[in-house]
């Protein structure tokens, strides 16, 4: 493992998937006494709700499962400083990897978020649950945990 992984999940606003996938992730690695080997951040591509904490919906969802998000504020994608400070960018979905790719992000940095899901054949979107009901957000965070789990396993090889 190299002496620090830098990871930053992308999402559309920065307020329901990418705070989730965050928080996720960094009480994965704290449980697995890996926080001194991870730098771990999220943002968006749209700048509507920068400064903003997580929607509530998702500081709910993080909460049941004992993650606490509420410490969390949206901030945009700066391609001029992210693209150096993270050598792992995590977009959402394909709409999210298509504007970080305009953007100027390499390809050799993007990955989708769910190819790392264990469960999928092959990558599928994480949906976007902000218009939805309130059980799309306990569904996206299934679908981020298991993510979580296979990107963890993939950087500890
Ligand atoms: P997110 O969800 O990308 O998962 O944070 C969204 C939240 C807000 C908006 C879009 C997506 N919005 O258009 O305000």
Redesign the pocket.
């Known amino acids: 493992m190299p002496d620090q992984h830098t990871v930053l999940f992308v999402?559309?606003?920065?307020?329901?998937?990418?705070?989730?996938a965050h928080g996720i992730f960094q009480h994965l690695v704290n449980q697995h006494n890996l926080a001194h080997k991870f730098h771990i951040d999220s943002c968006?591509t749209?700048a509507?709700?920068v400064g903003n904490p997580?929607?509530p919906r998702?500081i709910q969802t993080a909460s049941l499962y004992g993650i606490d998000i509420t410490n969390q504020r949206?901030r945009q994608f700066d391609p001029n400083t992210d693209i150096e400070r993270f050598t792992h960018i995590i977009p959402?979905d394909q709409s999210?990897h298509r504007d970080l790719l305009d953007l100027g992000t390499p390809k050799s940095q993007l990955a989708l978020m769910r190819s790392f899901d264990a469960s999928l054949p092959k990558p599928q979107d994480?949906p976007?649950?902000?218009?939805g009901g309130d059980d799309g957000f306990d569904k996206?965070y299934h679908m981020l945990t298991r993510s979580c789990e296979g990107l963890l396993v993939s950087l500890k090889d």
């Open positions: 999402c559309l606003g920065n307020i329901c998937r990418s705070p989730l968006g749209g509507w709700h997580p929607d998702s949206a959402m999210n994480v976007d649950p902000y218009y996206v």
